[in-house]
Each structure stands twice: as structure tokens, then as C-alpha cells.
């Protein structure tokens, strides 16, 4: 990207989003720091070895890693204005920016492919720059996700950095600058609600359609995407024909099969949500020339995203999964799978923050009580904090009382061992939640609990 190697520090760099570009930077010959306050909070966090291994500094997020020998800071969008590093770099006349500005920059140096929509990006993005690398074509990665084949003890797995021009990223809309990106390609999933109403996200999506200079490829099964201009976009489905849609399919428990074009395809992580992801990728390798039986060749390599449906234990009998679900559509695509899967199912949800949880409570009672059947139980969690300024006045209560006033078995736990004093009440656990990495662990003891 540069000749000359930049000193970087990177405030918030325990993110997803965060440490896939510090790593990503880091690997193409940077000087890269950085600061967590989850590190200090959870010294296990997945991201913290494989970072450091890496040879970059991790400094206590006090301001103490700023100074004038770096060229710019970039702050996580979760950081505050009133934190030391914040003000520090301020003062010194450190050049400031956003993960997101800076993101848009690093897609404007590439050929890039830009997976974007409210559920899905993370496992899409990951598997298509997965199936690139796979089928030779050497791409750049930087992802939300942590894509399991790319894990090693030095790199988190929500990165990559190859040969080519192409990178793959995911492109959020949580913060409006989506709008900033100017891809060669872009793939837009789906359109729910989740960090903005759809009106907005839909807004969005829109500007990225006008700033993709390639091809636009939609979910031709969305209702909601069928409401904007996407022009002559590639479509892709499961109900509705389009250039792309998936025909003789097998729902197995966990992968699917199916057809395009004559061509078999087996996909070994279950669900029509990441059929509808996996459709995606094929139309975007497709439509770059790469032929169908080639890809069929790979696709069923994919082992998926870390806390997208991982399993913990499954012995027959027990069925212990975690998973990254945290809005109402995400939410309900992992309790349909799940419904095909077994009966008697425990889900124990974790709310991942007050604001969202305050704009989606009404569609939060609305998923839980549609999918959750009387053999099932809700528990939930009290809502994920990670600090900062932010009003408290809803709780994981408010969607209890929501989801019993509809007739369904929803409960409210302040402790997590509460819930471990009670293992043999459900055949099977899903762990689910956003942001918080120790739902990993939790999911985990449950696991060996009832293993022991």
C-alpha cells in the first residue's frame, strides 16, 4: 500500500473489524499498536495472542501508546471522545480516523468486492475469500469474522493478505460510512432491521449500488431489497428464479445440497441463510469466469466463521451451540435450523447493548415468540455492557415480559451459574449473543458439564 512503512496505533484494536485491518496492515509491512479495554477485561480474548505474536505493541488504553512518531491513529467507532487517546492524539495534532474511514481508504487501493447486508456478511465475505483462495486467484481479506481455515497462531482468521489486486471485505452499515465505499463489486444478502431502521439501511445500500463501478449482486427472495434500485444487479435465490437460483435442495442437520445448472453442490455448514450466502459467492465467481464445476469443487471445504454455529458437543443425544445471532432476522434463521435439528431446546440469549435492544424490542418479542415452540425455553441474559456513556432504561425484563404475555417460556437470569446448576433440564444449549467473547467459554462449560 505504501513504500514506506507508517507507524499506526490502532485504539479499540480488539474488534473485529479492528484487528482484521491492524493485522491486515500489520502483514504488509507496517509498524502497528494498539489498545483494548477488553483485553484487560477478558487476558484470554482470542484476538490478543495472535496480535501480539504478530510483533504488534499492545499498550493499556491510557493514552500512554500515543505519540508524535505515529502517522495517524485509527479509533474503533465503540471508543468515546472523552478517552485519554482520543484527547492525547488531539493535542499532539495526531491525524485521527474512524475504522470505517480508514477501511474505505484501504478499498479504494484494491480491486475490491465489497459483502454487504444485515445478516450473513460476515459468514459471505469470509467464505467467498476463502473460495478465491481455493480456486487460485490469491485475494486480500478483511472480514468480521474469524473464518476457521484461516486461523493460525498468528493471525486471528478475519484477514488475509495475498498477491492479487482483489479484496474481500465486509461492509457494515452500523455506522453509515458504507456510503463511503467505492467498490469494483458489491453483493448485497438481505435488508432487516438492525442497527438502523430499513428506510435508512436501505438509503445506504442505494449509494453503494451508485458507487460500484462493476456488478451488483441481490437477493432476488427479499422482499425488502426488491424496494430499491439496484439496477441491472445479478440476481441470486431460492424461491424466485434468477440467473442464480439453487434447485433439487437437501436440508440435511448440518449441510445442505443442491443444484445450479446441472452442477451438484454440497455446502457443509447448514441452513437456508448460508445457502442463500453460499448462492452469493457462486454468482460473484461465476460472473468473474470462474466455471461452476470448479467451484463446486471447493465450496464444501468450508468450515464457516468462529461463533457461527459452533458446535460444542453433539454426542447423539446433546447438542451444545454457540452462535453470534443478535438481531431479530439473525435470531430467527438460527432457530429454524435449530428446529430442524431436535426438540426440547434451551436458547440463552445475551441482548448486546441498551440502544439496540431499546429499537429492537418489539421485533426481539416477535422472533422469540413465533420460533419458540413448548418444548423450548428462553433464558436470557442481562444486556452485554461494554462501557461508556449510554441510557440503562431497558432490560432483558422488558423482553421477557413481552414474549410471556405470547403465551411462550421465557426467563431472566442475573448469574450464568444459574443456568449450569440446571443441565439436565434440556436435551440441548444455544448460546447466542453479539460482542462478548466469553459467551464462547460459557457455551463451553456447559458442554463439558455435561460431558463430565
Known amino acids: 500500500m505504501t513504500d514506506k512503512p507508517l507507524k499506526i496505533f490502532f485504539s479499540g484494536i480488539g474488534g473485529s473489524g479492528m484487528s482484521a485491518i491492524a493485522y491486515f496492515i500489520a502483514e504488509r509491512g507496517n509498524i502497528v499498536s494498539g489498545s483494548d479495554r477488553s483485553f484487560e477485561k477478558n487476558p484470554?480474548?482470542?484476538?490478543y495472542k495472535s496480535l501480539k505474536s504478530k510483533g504488534i505493541k499492545i499498550v493499556p488504553q491510557d493514552g500512554s501508546g500515543i505519540d508524535k512518531s505515529l502517522d495517524f491513529a485509527v479509533f474503533s467507532t465503540a471508543v468515546e471522545s472523552d478517552q485519554p487517546e482520543v484527547i492525547k492524539a488531539k493535542a499532539l495534532g495526531i491525524p485521527v480516523k474512524t475504522r470505517p474511514e480508514y477501511l474505505s481508504e484501504i478499498v479504494l487501493k484494491f480491486q475490491t468486492i465489497a459483502v454487504a447486508g444485515t445478516s450473513g456478511k460476515s459468514?459471505?465475505?469470509?467464505?467467498?475469500?476463502?473460495?478465491?483462495?481455493?480456486?487460485?486467484?490469491k485475494p486480500n481479506f478483511i472480514g468480521g469474522g474469524r473464518v476457521r481455515q484461516f486461523k493460525t497462531d498468528t493471525n486471528p482468521g478475519n484477514s488475509i493478505t495475498g498477491d492479487s489486486d482483489f479484496l474481500v471485505v465486509?461492509?457494515?452499515?452500523?455506522?453509515?460510512t458504507i456510503v463511503n465505499y467505492k467498490p469494483l463489486h458489491s453483493i448485497i444478502l438481505n435488508l432487516e432491521l438492525d442497527h438502523h431502521i430499513v428506510e435508512k439501511t436501505a438509503g445506504m445500500f442505494e449509494m453503494l449500488i451508485k458507487n460500484t463501478s462493476g456488478k451488483i449482486f441481490v437477493n432476488a427472495d427479499d422482499l425488502n431489497l426488491k424496494k430499491i434500485n439496484?439496477?441491472?444487479?445479478?440476481?441470486?435465490?431460492?424461491?424466485?428464479?434468477s440467473e442464480y437460483s439453487a434447485g433439487n435442495i437437501i436440508y440435511r442437520q448440518f449441510s445442505t445440497e443442491f443444484s445450479l445448472n446441472s452442477i451438484r453442490f454440497c455446502l457443509?455448514?447448514?441452513?437456508?441463510?448460508?445457502?442463500?450466502?453460499?448462492?452469493s459467492c457462486i454468482a460473484v465467481l461465476s460472473e468473474m469466469g470462474i466455471p461452476l464445476k470448479d467451484i463446486s469443487g471447493v465450496l464444501h471445504e468450508f468450515k464457516g466463521i468462529d461463533r457461527r454455529f459452533d458446535i460444542h458437543l453433539n454426542d447423539g443425544k446433546r447438542l451444545i451451540i454457540d452462535d453470534y445471532a443478535h438481531n431479530p432476522h439473525k435470531i430467527t434463521s438460527l432457530m429454524q435450523t435449530m428446529r430442524n435439528i431436535g426438540q426440547n431446546i434451551c436458547y440463552i440469549f445475551q441482548p448486546h447493548g441498551f440502544a439496540p435492544t431499546r429499537m429492537m424490542k418489539n421485533e426481539y418479542i416477535e422472533a422469540f415468540s413465533k420460533?419458540?415452540?413448548?418444548?423450548?425455553?428462553?433464558?436470557?441474559?442481562?444486556i452485554f455492557y461494554a462501557g461508556g456513556t449510554v441510557s440503562t432504561d431497558i432490560s432483558s425484563n422488558d423482553l421477557a415480559d413481552g414474549i410471556r404475555k405470547q403465551?411462550?417460556?421465557?426467563?431472566?437470569?442475573?448469574?450464568?451459574?444459574?443456568?449450569?446448576?440446571?443441565?439436565?433440564?434440556?436435551?440441548?444449549?444455544?448460546?447466542?449473543?453479539?460482542?462478548d467473547e466469553t459467551l464462547s467459554d460459557f457455551a463451553r462449560d456447559i458442554a463439558n458439564l455435561i460431558s463430565m
Do not use: Q
Open 407 to 435: 403465551g411462550k417460556n421465557a426467563e431472566v437470569v442475573s448469574d450464568r451459574k444459574a443456568v449450569l446448576k440446571r443441565l439436565n433440564e434440556w436435551d440441548n444449549y444455544v448460546v447466542f449473543g453479539a460482542r
Open 371 to 382: 420460533n419458540l415452540r413448548d418444548s423450548d425455553c428462553l433464558i436470557l441474559l442481562p
Open 170 to 176: 465486509e461492509a457494515c452499515e452500523s455506522d453509515g
Open 123 to 137: 459468514t459471505a465475505s469470509g467464505m467467498l475469500a476463502f473460495l478465491m483462495h481455493r480456486l487460485g486467484l
Open 44 to 47: 484470554a480474548h482470542p484476538a
Open 268 to 279: 457443509s455448514i447448514p441452513g437456508k441463510f448460508n445457502l442463500y450466502n453460499a448462492l
Open 230 to 241: 439496484a439496477g441491472d444487479a445479478v440476481a441470486f435465490s431460492i424461491d424466485n428464479p
